[in-house]
């Protein structure tokens, strides 16, 4: 009996092939649990590896030599095609480092590989990974990256300066463009009580960046698996609309700002306070908003 071919290369998704490297949970979601299921919707097909698996009690790590074995493993059976390369929490050095040689594998296969990280680190003033993990992104990591959304606290680790205004903003987008990628979303900020997203796309060297931001309402909640959700709904529209960023960016935020609303009142229906605890996202509750956005919130354009 022939081997069947594999009809994801065979016959690819028109948008595309996606490996997504990060966490993982039994339960709830965050990390790829957060990630897969939104860009299928959207049309993509997901290979995920999990870095770390939670469950309630204990996690299990992948280490950088399993990884190597997973993509050589692919490799083997001619399974390296992918478009775009998806990278959220990685917990120690050694495996970032072989994030790095994964990169570089899978450019050497498909040297247009779309690489969107996000550089989970920390929030709100705190790390949350080894302090190692920092400069390993800044130096090694970010000038191979396509796309970074990072939120504030990390882009001011990546930058080395505090972003206290939207000048702040808009100057650590320039600082990291010259170190490597050619979209950056800050996707959130937090000053004088309002909360926005800044996005900056540089479209061709020599020329300033087109960089915008988007004013987001606050909800007095506590979610998790938020960060993970925001940058595949980022990879997933942008790949899209690949010369608008702002126009992913809208639609990236409908996406998510109608899913929390959808979370919070879900919690209120059972009588449970949304202000008292983190909330698990309705992921699989808010399908129709993730393939049909309503965009109720419009990127505005710095001149």
């Given at each position: 009996?022939?081997?069947a071919p ?8 028109g ?6 490297i990060?966490?993982h ?7 790829n ?6 860009l299928q919707?959207l049309g ?17 790590v992948?280490?950088?030599e399993q990884?190597w ?9 001619n ?9 959220g929490?990685?917990?120690?050095v050694s495996?970032?480092?072989?994030i790095?040689k ?13 690489y969107?990280?996000d550089?989970?680190?920390g ?8 302090s ?6 800044r130096?090694?990591?970010?000038p ?11 882009a001011?680790?990546l930058?080395?300066?505090?972003i ?12 990291l ?11 959130s900020?937090?000053m004088d009580?309002?909360?926005?997203l800044?996005?900056?796309?540089l ?6 960046p087109?960089?915008?931001?988007i ?10 698996g938020?960060?993970?959700l925001?940058?595949?709904l980022?990879?997933?529209?942008s ?8 126009k ?25 306070d949304p202000k008292?605890?983190?909330?698990e996202?309705r ?14 919130f419009k ?5």
């Open positions: 009996m022939s081997r594999i009809l994801a290369l065979a016959l690819p998704s948008t595309g092939r996606v490996l997504s990060q966490s949970t039994v339960q709830g979601y965050v990390g649990k957060s990630a897969v299921f939104p919707l993509y097909d997901v290979d995920p590896i999990n870095s770390v698996q939670f469950s309630n009690h204990t996690g299990q992948l280490d950088g990884l074995d997973l993509i050589e493993g692919l490799e083997v059976n399974l390296l095609y992918y478009t775009h390369l998806l990278t929490y990685i917990g120690s495996f970032l480092d072989t790095l994964v990169v570089e594998k899978l450019r050497s296969v498909n040297p247009g590989l779309i969107v990280c550089p989970v680190m929030d709100e003033g705190k790390l949350y990974v080894p190692q993990l920092v400069s390993v992104y130096e090694k990591v970010v191979v990256a396509s796309m970074l959304t990072p939120n504030q606290f990390e001011e680790q930058t080395g300066f505090r206290s205004s939207e000048k702040d903003g808009l100057e650590a987008c320039r600082v463009h010259e170190a490597g990628p050619s979209k950056i979303v800050i996707t900020l937090n009580g309002h909360l926005f800044i996005g900056s796309h479209k061709s060297k020599g020329h300033p087109e960089q915008f931001k004013v987001i309402p606050k909800i007095p909640s506590y979610f998790t938020t960060g993970d925001m940058t595949a980022l990879l997933g529209w790949n899209k609309s690949p010369d608008d960023l702002g992913a960016s809208e639609l990236a935020v409908a996406s998510l700002q109608a899913l929390l609303q959808r979370t919070v009142a879900d919690y209120e229906k059972v009588g449970f008292s605890s983190s909330l996202i992921l699989i509750q808010s399908q129709d908003d993730i393939r049909h956005p309503l965009v109720r990127a505005e354009r710095y001149s």
